[in-house]
């Protein structure tokens, strides 16, 4: 379909996608408190959000000239 988004992740970013989903679940649903990630997950996890923004058409900072 025309306006679906495919994004492929290597393992450990799927992983850590999966991490962030599962806490943000937990922690809206219960409270739970979320782990802040270690440095290189928040890597991937900043480089996830930055290419799923682009592909959804948004700017990842005001002078992003990557669309
Ligand atoms: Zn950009």
Redesign the pocket.
Known sequence: MRDDIVLQLDRATAEDLYVALHQAGEHIAAGVAVTPPAAEEAERLGTLL?DL??AIGR???PY????
């Open positions: 930055r923004g682009h700017r990842c900072s992003c000239d990557h669309l």
